[in-house]
């Protein structure tokens, strides 16, 4: 599938198609799990969570925070059955509970889908299971178009991410500060999809084919970090939803700051100190550094099943 865009730039003609895999040696990215459920296994908010738990006490050890796009970015939160390590006997005990994953069960049983009738065989378990067992990075996969930077960030393994997110296990604070970038973002608006016309950030077409600054000395991966947590810092000092905090017309002076010193510091990453006049000259510089690690990628001879990496 072709991503049709009306970016134009000053250089050869390029198509952007799906990888399976990341252009670069960084971390993988993938969808979060996906329920499957109906919404048996899922609680709305914190009000629907405690009033299962007043009938299921023994279930509080099963319930973890669920992130979706919406809830992540405007300051609410949902909470999911994690019945993953749970014990046959342990669930049996809880009757409300058992009727919880007989519904689902139901459910997809019902359903004229073979792949989803195939699941009611696990039906105490979401549909699909790609929670990370890491801190990972959370990247919301539909976002504002109004917004300069879509936030990112970082949650522990306790955190089930939902599939209207992309997770990247295993980022470190260097991944997160080009993944924030200005230089990522413009990639992101050029090569993404459009939900009407909201940003939908693909693992497959955005973040697979980005581009990574090549040869990267410790210092300035140094100098990433350091403005990746200082952002950080900044923005969990800052009082307000994210999706309030980075509405242009009232994000806080000393975020955008923030940000602007992370930009700088990955703009000398890729050896361009001094920034790019308009997007269209960064996305121009982008693209050819794109076609740089595709004419060294077809250049790399490929091995034989039989040869040993």
């Known amino acids: ?71 992540y970015l405007n300051g609410s939160m949902r909470y999911c059955l994690w019945l993953k390590n749970a014990k046959p006997e342990e669930l049996r005990s809880m009757p409300r509970l058992m009727r919880k994953i007989e519904a689902v069960r139901t459910y997809r049983d019902l359903s004229t889908r073979e792949a989803t009738r195939h699941l009611a065989r696990t039906p105490y378990l979401f549909g699909e299971d790609r929670q990370p067992d890491t801190d990972y990075v959370l990247i919301p996969r539909v976002s504002s178009e109004k917004r300069k930077y879509i936030p990112f960030s970082f949650f522990s393994p306790e955190f089930i991410a939902g599939d209207t997110c992309i997770v990247v296990p295993s980022a470190t604070p260097y991944h997160f500060g080009i993944l924030q970038s200005v230089m990522h973002m413009a990639w992101m608006r050029a090569v993404c999809g459009r939900l009407e016309s909201r940003y939908r950030y693909s693992n497959e077409l955005v973040y697979n084919n980005f581009p990574w600054p090549k040869d990267i000395s410790k210092e300035h991966g140094f100098a ?72 060294l990628e077809k250049s790399v001879p490929k091995k034989r099943g039989n040869e040993k990496k």
């Open 1 to 71: 599938a072709k991503n049709i865009n009306p970016y134009l730039v000053d250089a050869a003609d390029v198509v952007i198609l799906p990888r399976r895999k990341p252009l670069t040696d960084v971390p993988e990215a993938r969808f979060g799990s996906m329920p499957n459920d109906s919404g048996f296994l899922l609680f709305d908010d914190e009000a629907a969570k405690e009033g299962f738990l007043l009938e299921e006490p023994g279930a509080e050890k099963f319930i973890r925070p669920l992130l979706s796009a919406k809830e």
């Open 224 to 295: 990433i970090e350091k403005a990746a947590l200082a952002l950080l810092n900044v923005r969990g000092e800052c009082h307000g939803t994210l999706a309030d905090l980075y509405d242009p017309n009232v994000m806080p002076r000393e975020l955008l700051e923030a940000h602007q010193s992370l930009d700088k510091a990955v703009d000398t990453a890729y050896g361009t100190p001094k920034g790019f006049p308009s997007e269209a000259e960064r996305l121009e510089f982008l693209f050819k550094l794109y076609e740089e690690y595709l004419h």
